[in-house]
Nanobody, 119 residues
């Protein structure tokens, strides 16, 4: 009954921008952390960015200064603004959240959204 819905991926030229959205749906009591991981072709899944329930953020070194994560607590939604995109940003981006619904803390993953950066 509780799930993460991702959107915003697509094809963009180098230097372009995209905004990813991740909405937590269902009976949500609180969300401790939301963020994105990504997995490129032949690569391990890696943390991209996270934001805590009190607004603290963390970014991978490779995206610092280019990506910004923020959230709308009223909508249970997090956003990843991606600017100055590079071909090496090409990956499937997976939303992740640690949240509480009608029970204890749960860790959930979104379905993934493809981001392709190519000229």
């Amino acid at each position: 009954q509780v799930q993460l819905a991702e959107s915003g991926g697509g094809l963009v030229q180098p230097g372009g921008s995209l905004r990813l959205s991740c909405a937590a749906l269902g009976n949500i009591l609180s969300i401790n952390v939301m963020g994105w991981y990504r997995q490129g072709p032949g690569k391990q899944r890696e943390l991209v960015a996270q934001i805590t329930n009190v607004g603290g953020t963390a970014y991978a070194d490779s995206v610092k200064g280019r990506f910004t994560i923020f959230r709308d607590n009223a909508k249970n939604t997090a956003y990843l603004q991606m600017n100055s995109l590079k071909p090496e940003d090409t990956a499937v981006y997976y939303c992740n959240a640690a949240l509480t619904g009608w029970g204890p803390l749960r860790n959930l993953w979104g379905q993934g959204t493809q981001v392709t950066v190519s000229s």
